[in-house]
């Protein structure tokens, strides 16, 4: 039988491991490990207090080194890159991680989200407990009170050490007795393989032009403090950043009630405000709202000594859906680059010439947001091979449901926008040209209304700002829906098996590619055409706001970001089900391309970044494109492309 030893430790550095992450973090020269609890599978929880000189058991370092024995912790990569800094360099493939096992579980990640969510009580982070770790686990303001220190050791307060040691042991009775509860549920050796190869990929890094990154943010502080200062000479008022402040001015100036200075209701002010003062003021603080900028003050925090950042990628980040989530930076969400001199605007600012950066541009905050990609190199010697699947979810739904001429349409031509607005419009595809309002119906309508979506869907995408009307929406819905019929009917079949597995507790098996639901008194469970499992606690049922039967389950609710009831249905659980899908194959992909010796530093959505020799760049890119169009065996027909290019930086082709 297979030993486990459980894990948990406190540290102390005096980087802050929000801003720059855990690898940084450990680099700091003032990092330790004060507290370690451990415990081999049922015995009791042991504390090894390292900061008043115990030392750590024979019995904990053989085990630690011992590959036979699984290493069990809560976000179990903190714990690994611990004790490596100590010279303990165990494998990923020894370490296994119950956050990961909470989120695979449909479960929060964080220790007390799970915690609160199975009722464990006590166990779990508590309030107290982080006060403890901001007492003896972060630096303190110099105070004289405290006699102008910076750090509280445990000897400033021997009471609250006691309790801090108390804690690190709760931890580990935490941790498993998650894997306790969990147990029922085992993570196939699909995920396992993939979780193994994202802590390979978030030790790896990306490298990160760090003079870009400083200039850039200076420019951007520059800039804005010239703006502010204009802004300031305009109105007067005191904090140009300060909402209230300018919708006081723009009030009075306008002869008019301004509630709100929302990014989308500026460009309206800007047009009823006319050429002066007041146009000028709100274009300064559209400029002014520019978030995306505060990537490069992320990207300075969190880059290591090698330059590189690292730990930028969430395993099982949504656990809806078991798609990776963005850290630090947040990847996830770069802004897109629409610059016809992209190397141009980009060699502007990495020689860090204000003057010039002005000259050359008005509107520096849009510049410095198209350009956040670029930040991100190649080392020397390589490039970017970047690749990403075409029109994804597309695909997989047409494969799911089976729509015939959406998969004729794959396996050739791809041009699903074009053959969407044909079938829809009853016109030859080759009337349906780029920029048309045809295509751009059709393109609407495929973002759209895939899962179950109707005007309203419409509306988020953008249909009104296209200048379709209610009555003209609704025609799209109903002529996409009869083009689709196959579609349409995914959605009812996946809700009459959802709805039948959870009433009778029994597996039902889906006519669409085998889906298997399934659900006792704890979970319902979809299973997935790659083996694992979507998760939904704790099912029942209520009634909708339209007055039907509505399946409910226990989850995070992405409005508030609270745990608590969230309702589904048939178009929804087709959304999730597709996105896993979509995201099972990127991390087949993903484990083809590392099997096949490529560095891969780098994943958002659908698209894959490795780092590749110059000298064989454009074979390397021909071999990731090819691996990523090849056949997947538990996705049959279902027909993958992939296009890619070549460059020095990362930026969206």
């Given at each position: 039988?297979?030993?486990i030893?459980?894990?948990?430790?406190?540290t102390y550095?005096?980087?802050?491991?929000?801003?720059?992450g855990?690898?940084?973090y450990?680099?700091?020269?003032d990092f330790?490990?004060?507290?370690?609890?451990?415990a081999?599978?049922?015995e009791?929880v042991?504390?090894v207090?390292?900061?008043?000189?115990?030392?750590?058991?024979?019995e904990?370092?053989?085990?630690l080194?011992?590959p036979?024995?699984?290493?069990h912790?809560?976000?179990?990569?903190?714990?690994?890159?611990?004790?490596?800094?100590?010279?303990?360099?165990?494998?990923?493939?020894?370490?296994?991680c119950?956050?990961?096992?909470?989120a695979y579980?449909?479960?929060?990640?964080s220790l007390?989200?799970?915690?609160?969510a199975?009722?464990?009580g006590?166990?779990g982070?508590?309030?107290?407990?982080?006060?403890?770790?901001?007492f003896?686990?972060?630096?303190v303001?110099?105070?004289k009170?405290?006699?102008?220190?910076?750090?509280?050791?445990?000897?400033?307060?021997p009471?609250?050490?006691?309790?801090?040691?108390?804690?690190?042991?709760q931890?580990?009775e935490a941790?498993?007795?998650?894997g306790?509860?969990?147990?029922a549920?085992?993570?196939?050796?699909f995920?396992?393989?993939?979780?193994?190869?994202?802590?390979?990929i978030?030790?790896?890094?990306?490298?990160?032009?760090?003079?870009?990154?400083?200039?850039?943010?200076?420019?951007?502080t520059r800039f804005?403090e010239?703006?502010?200062?204009?802004v300031?000479?305009?109105?007067?008022?005191?904090n140009?950043?300060s909402?209230a402040q300018?919708?006081n001015?723009l009030?009075?100036?306008?002869?008019?009630e301004?509630t709100?200075?929302?990014?989308g209701?500026?460009?309206?002010?800007?047009q009823?405000?006319g050429?002066?003062?007041?146009?000028?003021?709100?274009?300064?603080?559209?400029?002014?709202?520019?978030?995306s900028?505060?990537?490069y003050?992320?990207?300075?925090?969190?880059?290591?000594?090698?330059?590189?950042?690292?730990?930028?990628?969430?395993f099982?980040?949504?656990?809806?859906?078991?798609?990776w989530?963005?850290?630090?930076i947040q990847?996830?969400?770069?802004?897109?680059?629409h610059?016809?001199?992209?190397?141009?605007?980009?060699?502007a600012i990495v020689?860090?010439?204000?003057?010039?950066?002005?000259m050359?541009?008005?509107?520096?905050?849009?510049?410095?947001?198209?350009?956040?990609?670029t930040?991100f190199?190649a080392?020397?010697?390589?490039t970017?091979?970047?690749a990403d699947?075409?029109a994804?979810?597309?695909?997989?739904?047409a494969?799911?449901?089976?729509?015939?001429?959406?998969l004729?349409?794959f396996a050739?031509?791809?041009?699903?926008?074009?053959?969407?607005?044909?079938m829809?419009?009853?016109?030859?595809?080759?009337?349906?040209?780029?920029?048309s309002?045809?295509?751009?119906?059709?393109k609407?309508a495929?973002?759209?209304?895939?899962?179950?979506?109707?005007v309203?869907?419409?509306?988020?995408?953008?249909g009104?700002?296209?200048?379709?009307s209610e009555?003209?929406?609704?025609t799209i819905?109903?002529?996409?829906?009869?083009?689709?019929p196959?579609?349409?009917?995914?959605?009812?079949?996946?809700e009459?098996?959802?709805?039948?597995?959870?009433?009778t507790?029994?597996?039902?098996?889906?006519?669409?590619?085998?889906?298997?639901?399934?659900?006792?008194d704890e979970v319902?469970?979809?299973?997935?055409?790659?083996?694992r499992?979507?998760?939904?606690r704790?099912?029942?049922?209520?009634?909708?706001?339209?007055?039907?039967?509505?399946?409910i389950?226990?989850?995070m609710d992405?409005?508030?970001?609270?745990?608590?009831?969230v309702?589904?249905?048939?178009?929804?659980?087709?959304?999730?089900?597709?996105?896993?899908?979509?995201?099972d194959?990127?991390?087949?992909?993903m484990?083809?391309?590392?099997?096949?010796g490529?560095?891969i530093?780098?994943?958002?959505?659908?698209?894959?970044?490795?780092?590749v020799?110059?000298?064989?760049?454009?074979?390397?890119l021909?071999?990731?494109e090819?691996i990523?169009?090849t056949?997947?065996?538990?996705?049959?027909?279902l027909?993958?492309?992939a296009d890619?290019?070549?460059?020095?930086?990362?930026k969206?082709?």
């Amino acid at each position: 039988m297979t030993k486990i030893l459980h894990i948990d430790i406190e540290t102390y550095s005096s980087v802050d491991i929000m801003a720059s992450g855990a690898y940084k973090y450990m680099e700091s020269l003032d990092f330790e490990i004060l507290l370690v609890a451990y415990a081999f599978d049922d015995e009791p929880v042991q504390i090894v207090d390292l900061s008043n000189g115990e030392t750590l058991p024979e019995e904990f370092i053989n085990a630690l080194l011992d590959p036979q024995t699984e290493k069990h912790a809560h976000n179990a990569n903190f714990e690994r890159q611990a004790f490596k800094t100590y010279g303990y360099n165990v494998p990923v493939d020894q370490w296994f991680c119950s956050a990961v096992k909470s989120a695979y579980c449909g479960l929060p990640l964080s220790l007390d989200g799970v915690s609160k969510a199975l009722s464990l009580g006590d166990l779990g982070k508590s309030a107290s407990g982080k006060a403890l770790i901001r007492f003896f686990s972060c630096p303190v303001k110099a105070t004289k009170i405290n006699g102008m220190r910076e750090r509280n050791f445990s000897f400033h307060d021997p009471i609250k050490w006691e309790m801090y040691k108390d804690y690190c042991k709760q931890d580990v009775e935490a941790e498993r007795e998650i894997g306790k509860r969990l147990e029922a549920y085992p993570i196939p050796l699909f995920e396992r393989m993939n979780y193994i190869l994202d802590q390979k990929i978030n030790d790896k890094g990306i490298l990160i032009d760090l003079v870009m990154a400083k200039n850039a943010f200076d420019i951007d502080t520059r800039f804005a403090e010239e703006l502010s200062n204009r802004v300031k000479e305009i109105t007067g008022v005191e904090n140009p950043n300060s909402a209230a402040q300018l919708k006081n001015w723009l009030s009075a100036a306008m002869q008019k009630e301004i509630t709100t200075l929302a990014k989308g209701d500026i460009p309206a002010l800007i047009q009823e405000a006319g050429v002066g003062a007041v146009s000028e003021v709100l274009t300064i603080r559209q400029k002014l709202s520019k978030t995306s900028t505060k990537k490069y003050v992320a990207m300075l925090a969190c880059a290591c000594d090698d330059k590189r950042a690292h730990g930028l990628f969430q395993f099982y980040g949504a656990n809806r859906t078991g798609r990776w989530a963005g850290r630090l930076i947040q990847l996830q969400n770069l802004p897109q680059n629409h610059l016809d001199d992209l190397e141009e605007a980009r060699a502007a600012i990495v020689l860090g010439d204000y003057d010039i950066a002005k000259m050359k541009y008005d509107d520096i905050p849009s510049i410095l947001s198209q350009l956040i990609r670029t930040t991100f190199v190649a080392k020397e010697g390589h490039t970017f091979a970047v690749a990403d699947f075409s029109a994804i979810e597309a695909r997989v739904i047409a494969w799911l449901a089976d729509e015939k001429w959406r998969l004729k349409v794959f396996a050739s031509h791809g041009k699903i926008y074009e053959a969407s607005a044909s079938m829809m419009f009853n016109v030859p595809i080759e009337s349906v040209t780029k920029g048309s309002d045809l295509r751009q119906k059709g393109k609407i309508a495929e973002l759209a209304l895939g899962y179950q979506g109707a005007v309203g869907a419409l509306k988020t995408m953008g249909g009104e700002a296209m200048g379709l009307s209610e009555l003209e929406m609704d025609t799209i819905v109903k002529k996409w829906r009869k083009a689709n019929p196959a579609i349409v009917a995914l959605w009812g079949d996946v809700e009459n098996c959802a709805i039948r597995a959870i009433k009778t507790k029994k597996k039902v098996v889906s006519i669409h590619k085998g889906l298997e639901f399934e659900c006792n008194d704890e979970v319902f469970t979809i299973k997935l055409p790659s083996g694992r499992k979507l998760f939904y606690r704790s099912p029942s049922f209520s009634q909708n706001k339209w007055g039907k039967e509505s399946i409910i389950y226990k989850g995070m609710d992405q409005t508030t970001k609270q745990w608590g009831n969230v309702d589904t249905y048939g178009g929804k659980l087709v959304e999730n089900i597709i996105q896993a899908i979509a995201r099972d194959l990127l991390a087949q992909s993903m484990l083809r391309i590392n099997g096949a010796g490529f560095e891969i530093v780098m994943h958002v959505h659908d698209e894959v970044v490795c780092e590749v020799p110059l000298d064989i760049s454009e074979q390397n890119l021909k071999a990731i494109e090819d691996i990523m169009a090849t056949p997947i065996d538990w996705a049959e027909g279902l027909t993958l492309t992939a296009d890619g290019y070549l460059t020095p930086f990362y930026k969206k082709d």
